[in-house]
């Protein structure tokens, strides 16, 4: 059973407009988690990361919520630019207990000119 | 420049015959990994090392052999290749176990 979920495999938006990709996790213990972009033909790269003792934690136009009572974290996107569109991962670790990183299956965006 | 480079970038082999796909990172990074890429299934890890001579199970290591001797290299092994280990691989490596990682470009590996 995925311990962390991406449930849209893929979403489409609109330049200039804001994307959400979502991001639901089943262990408790988690507290700590990163978002990855991935280009085709090139290896994952960090976007922006969070822990458990933030709800919010923003880089430019990259911004992620983390509500841990739902188990669920969001990456919000704005404006989106066409450069934007790549695979997105969530990740999340129990880093406290020395945990390795699981993935979730990955979100495809697109954003259209 | 700071990378992990994973070679080579693309190998197309035949059942039961053994392959080495190569990892070096530059950052003197103690952690490194091993993660197979599958449609729907995200990155799921295949071996992990936290240091030289220490290598540790992922969740899928059936199949795969890794060896950590010097700090910079991480050779993942597949001793006798299947077709269910066709996938997309990549190395990453990091400062320590639970820090951000840095991949590499990825393998894409067929076995016919």
């Known amino acids: 059973d995925q311990q962390v979920k991406q449930n849209s495999p893929s979403l489409s938006v609109q330049e200039g407009r804001i994307s959400i990709l979502n991001c639901d996790y089943t262990?408790?213990?988690?507290?700590?988690f990163l978002w990855y972009k991935k280009y085709p033909a090139e290896g994952p790269t960090f976007l922006i990361s969070?822990?458990?003792?933030?709800d919010k934690n923003e880089d430019g136009r990259f911004t992620v919520f983390l509500n841990k009572s739902a188990k669920h974290l969001s990456l919000h996107i704005v404006p989106s630019q066409p450069g934007d569109s790549a695979v997105y991962f969530c990740?999340?670790?129990?880093?406290?207990?020395?945990?390795?990183?699981?993935f979730g299956p990955g979100t495809r965006l697109s954003v259209l000119p | 420049e700071a990378q992990v480079t994973q070679n080579p970038r693309y190998l197309i082999t035949v059942t039961g015959k053994k392959l080495t796909v190569t990892c070096s990172q530059n950052?003197?990074?103690?952690?490194m990994s091993w993660y197979r890429q599958d449609p729907g299934l995200g990155l799921r890890q295949i071996y992990y090392?936290?240091?030289?001579?220490?290598?540790d199970k992922g969740d899928v290591p059936e199949g795969y052999k890794v060896s950590r001797k010097e700090k910079r290299n991480f050779p993942l092994i597949l001793e006798s290749p299947s077709p269910n280990q066709t996938s997309l691989y990549f190395c990453?490596?990091?400062?320590?176990?639970?820090?951000?990682?840095?991949f590499g470009a990825g393998t894409r590996l067929s076995v016919l």
């Open positions: 990740a999340a670790s129990a880093g406290s207990y020395g945990q390795n990183f699981v």
């Open positions: 090392s936290m240091n030289v001579e220490v290598t």
């Open positions: 950052m003197n990074h103690e952690y």
């Open positions: 262990n408790s213990m988690f507290d700590y």
């Open positions: 969070i822990s458990s003792i933030k």
């Open positions: 990453a490596s990091s400062l320590s176990q639970g820090n951000i990682q840095y």
